[in-house]
């Protein structure tokens, strides 16, 4: 089956502009996570969802980022005046929901580059 | 609150032999789940295996093993005869009970050479 899909793979802005990232998880995994992954260090969380509610964004880092999953499977990341610290790559990853533990499948990641 | 470290920033060996990478974490709860995660170049993360906080069993599969040890807050892993295709960056990450993120470390960048 399909695994967790990212777009675009590559987005390139310039500062102060707004950003979309897309993410399409496993069908059927209700948790969803957005992670942050600047260069040389892991994947930093950003904010999780469980069905179409943001169940934790505690690792938002300001109000310029905000993100959305009305129906409950696709997601979208949203970046407000982009600052050329928000260059990273973007990772989406799914899970099943359940005790806990569920392995956490990751998506290719969207590379950001803001100019 | 939670926290992986990962001291070996860089590792390299050369093909055929055995290699380790170090995890030590920090946790206040007493049900957690910790993985590995291989990230090839292509940047894809990769899963390799989860163990949690009651299972001390070390485990082994194919030319890997991990061996987890509560007392010093250790899971380590270990490759055997190494390939050039292991090369990779390498992340030990933590989960508490629930369905909560991942806590990452910072990764080990291992170069297997020819």
């Known amino acids: 089956g399909a695994g967790v899909s990212q777009t675009p793979s590559n987005k390139v802005t310039e500062k102060g502009k707004y950003v979309e990232l897309r993410c399409d998880p496993i069908?059927?995994?209700?948790?969803l996570y957005w992670y942050r992954q600047s260069l040389g260090q892991g994947p930093e969380f950003l904010i999780y969802f469980q069905g179409t509610g943001a169940a934790d964004d505690s690792g938002l880092p300001n109000d310029r980022f905000f993100a959305v999953r009305p129906e409950g499977s696709v997601s979208t990341l949203k970046i407000q005046r982009t600052e050329r610290g928000d260059s990273a790559v973007y990772l989406c990853?799914?899970?099943?929901?359940?005790?806990?533990?569920?392995?956490?499948?990751f998506g290719p990641g969207t590379r950001l580059t803001v100019l | 609150a939670q926290k992986v470290t990962q001291a070996q920033t860089e590792i390299s060996v050369v093909e055929k032999e055995d290699v380790t990478l170090d995890c030590v974490y920090e946790t206040r709860d007493t049900t957690y789940y910790l993985f590995w995660y291989k990230q090839p170049p292509s940047g894809e993360l990769v899963f390799l295996i989860r163990r949690n906080s009651f299972d001390e069993q070390n485990e082994i599969s194919g030319r890997y093993s991990w061996n987890f040890q509560k007392s010093t807050s250790s899971f380590n892993f270990t490759i055997t005869a190494s390939q050039v295709v292991d090369s990779a960056v390498y992340f030990c990450a933590l989960i508490i009970s629930g369905n909560t993120p991942l806590v990452f470390g910072k990764g080990t960048r291992l170069s297997v050479i020819a």
């Open positions: 069908s059927g995994h209700t948790a």
């Open positions: 990853a799914s899970s099943l929901l359940g005790e806990g533990g569920n392995e956490q499948f």
